[in-house]
């Protein structure tokens, strides 16, 4: 294999740039030619791909967004579209190619895998949701960033004595309110993967109040209802609860990557070349216990499946009524 490429696609992730910054320069040290892809697989169908050098990826490690650009093309999920891309790898003379991104675009890998195109998913999502990895690439620094703005809405609550119930996101995955609600001694997480009872988390709110409790941060995550639409439900329960909602939306996905994130791309990155220059294709890059790993990223997609830290969710139950 002499030269490879690499895109990002999906919802985009603070650290997309770290790990195309180690896949150019690693890949270039160990003497292949590096190729970029604009847009996702939008840009692979369409034939944006350009030559990266070591100086396209100056200043990268530490910028939030992709400078490859990202793209939601769900005309990839058909036979057509794939076909068409692999002629264009093939048209450039790439032999090897690295997908960032969520689990939607390691489907893309896997249509690439099956197709014969020797292709390394590397995990790029805020979520935390894709199996065959304890930790995806943008998670630590979009917590953080929630963090940041749970500390601030406590100080206005506790001022009002209020609640706040705190949408983040997570369609299908509740670990960004999962660890924000426990970094944050939040009152109550509320995720897609735990079920829970409406009637006794008001209980609970109520009783935290009579113990003097001069706030109540709820850290809900999107997939679960809306923010508005749990306070609707709250208020059948109790009018008291001077609720107030915060959706903090696409504030959680921008930002600098933490020195954590920058860390794991840069080593995600490093795998994924590795791995091509043993002509190891058809599989996803991780990180378990500290170190990093690969799996078939067939195999891994069809059973695996992330699961939260479910003794984090009973340690909150614990430390915070
Ligand atoms: P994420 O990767 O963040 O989960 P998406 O679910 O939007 O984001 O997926 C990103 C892209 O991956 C899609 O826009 C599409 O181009 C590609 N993709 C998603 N699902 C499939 C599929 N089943 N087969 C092939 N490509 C897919
Ligand atoms: O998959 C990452 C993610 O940020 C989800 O948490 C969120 O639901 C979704 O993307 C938002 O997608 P979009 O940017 O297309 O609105």
Not at 16 to 43: H, L, P, Q, S, T
């Amino acid at each position: 294999m002499k030269r490879i490429a690499v895109l990002t696609s999906g919802g985009d992730a603070p650290g997309m740039n770290a790990a195309v910054r180690a896949i150019v320069r690693k890949g270039i040290y160990e003497g292949f030619e590096v190729y970029g892809i604009n847009y996702g697989f939008a840009g692979l169908v369409a034939g944006d791909i350009r030559k990266l050098n070591p100086s396209d990826v100056s200043d990268m490690i530490g910028r939030g967004g992709t400078f490859l650009y990202s793209a939601r093309y769900p005309e990839f999920a058909n036979r057509e579209g794939q076909e068409k891309g692999i002629e264009q790898l093939k048209k450039f003379g790439i032999e090897g190619l690295v997908v960032i991104g969520g689990d939607g675009s390691y489907q893309g890998a896997v249509a690439l895998t099956k197709l014969g195109f020797p292709t390394v998913g590397v995990p790029g999502t805020i979520d935390n949701d894709i199996p065959g990895t304890e930790y995806t690439i943008g998670f630590d620094t979009a917590i953080n960033t929630v963090l940041e703005a749970l500390d601030r809405l406590r100080d206005t609550a506790t001022s009002h004595v209020r609640t706040f119930i705190v949408e983040v996101m997570g369609r299908r995955a509740g670990d960004i309110a999962l660890w924000t609600g426990v970094a944050s001694g939040a009152e109550q997480i509320l995720i897609p993967e735990q079920d829970f009872d409406l009637e006794a988390v008001a209980k609970e709110i109520k009783q935290g109040r009579l113990n003097g409790k001069k706030h109540t941060l709820i850290l809900l995550a999107e997939g679960v209802m809306s923010g508005d639409e749990l306070a609707k439900k709250l208020r059948e329960y109790d009018s008291d609860f001077h609720t107030r909602v915060t959706v903090l939306g696409h504030v959680q996905r921008g930002g600098a990557p933490s020195a954590r994130d920058r860390v794991l791309a840069s080593r995600m990155g490093a795998k994924a070349i590795d791995l091509l220059k043993e002509d190891i294709g058809g599989v996803c890059v991780g990180v378990k216990a500290e170190e990093i790993i690969y799996s078939d990223i067939v195999e891994t997609l069809a059973n695996g499946k992330h699961l939260p830290n479910l003794e984090l969710y009973q340690l909150n139950k614990e430390i915070s009524f």
